[in-house]
């Protein structure tokens, strides 16, 4: 039998450490992943258009684009996967509302965040996210990957 293709997570964020902070939550949450980290949003931003992953988690304020200007990209793509974007700043929260409010699947995370806080942002219920049912609790740390992109 042909096991799942592995869980994509595409993370974006100009602090690398934030990226292996990430990269490590998600690796111990869950099995069969794959996360792609970029430090410019320019050059993630050339990743969705070769493949959708199953979750975007970006920072609003990056350089290359701007948070409003990836999300207006996102939504006129008409983009379906889940997106997470997290800052410091409150206007911020204001433009993923709204965005939100115009069909974008898309959720706020403020900045500083919680392990508790990140696991409710993607809906993550007894090791199983809402938006995913295929994947696991991870009891392997190992099978995880992790390709990392700087500018």
Same mark, same amino acid.
């Given at each position: #039998? ?7 997570? +595409? ?19 869950? &099995?069969? $992943? *794959? +996360?792609?980290? @970029? *430090?410019?949003? /320019? !050059? ?7 493949? !959708?992953? !199953?979750? $975007?988690? *970006?920072?609003? %304020? #990056? ?6 200007? #990836? ?18 700043? !409150?206007?911020?929260?204001?433009? +993923?509302?709204? @965005? ?5 699947? +898309? ?6 965040? %919680? ?16 938006? /995913?049912?295929?994947? %696991?609790?991870?009891? &392997?740390?190992?099978?995880? /990957?992790? *390709?990392?992109?700087?500018?």
């Amino acid at each position: #039998m042909k096991s799942p293709r592995p869980f994509r997570i +595409v993370a974006v964020d100009h602090e690398p450490f934030i990226l292996e902070l990430l990269g490590r939550l998600f690796q111990a949450e869950f &099995d069969q $992943l *794959t +996360v792609r980290s @970029f *430090t410019n949003s /320019s !050059d993630a931003w050339k990743e969705l258009l070769r493949a !959708d992953p !199953d979750l $975007l988690i *970006t920072e609003f %304020t #990056m350089p290359g684009l701007l948070g409003k200007e #990836m999300l207006q990209r996102l939504r006129d793509r008409k983009a379906a996967y889940r997106i997470v974007v997290t800052s410091g700043l !409150d206007e911020s929260e204001q433009t +993923v509302q709204e @965005f939100a409010s115009r069909g974008l699947n +898309v959720r706020f995370l403020p900045k500083p965040f %919680t392990i508790e806080s990140f696991r409710e942002a993607l809906n993550i219920s007894n090791g199983i996210p809402s938006f /995913s049912p295929a994947l %696991t609790r991870n009891g &392997d740390a190992g099978s995880a /990957s992790k *390709t990392f992109h700087q500018p």
